[in-house]
């Protein structure tokens, strides 16, 4: 499975940006897909899940509320709707896919696919 990130860019305080993570592989469908983001000099962070049904999301708390993620397996895309958007969401934004689905959500080592990523910038 390869990964391909794309949409980000600069939003004011309060704006809008929707993410888009294509993939190529047939094996994406059955795969649960993940959103991190890593900011200057912090750790990758979990953002969000989507069960590779499309049916179950996971959020982290700091994002809960204003992001949804949602997937389309006919295009083999998964999205990142992000909404009133904050100075501190700005980071580099990566997806990643886990074909095992043993846990719900995936743990970070069962991510086993990475997209490269694409920046996001919040600026006030």
């Known amino acids: 499975v390869q990964l391909q990130a794309s949409g980000g860019g600069l939003v004011q305080a309060g704006g809008s940006l929707r993410l888009s993570c294509a993939a190529s592989?047939?094996?994406?469908?059955?795969?649960?897909v993940g959103w991190f983001r890593q900011a200057p000099g912090k750790e990758r962070e979990f953002v969000a899940a989507v069960a590779w049904t499309g049916t179950t999301t996971y959020y982290a708390d700091s994002v809960k509320g204003r992001f949804t993620v949602s997937r389309d397996n006919a295009k083999n895309t998964v999205y990142l709707q992000m909404n009133s958007l904050k100075p501190e969401d700005t980071a580099v934004y990566y997806c990643a896919a886990s074909p095992y689905r043993r846990s719900w959500p995936p743990k970070r080592y069962e991510y086993a696919y990475w997209g490269q990523g694409t920046q996001v910038t919040v600026s006030s």
């Open positions: 592989g047939r094996t994406f469908s059955s795969a649960d």
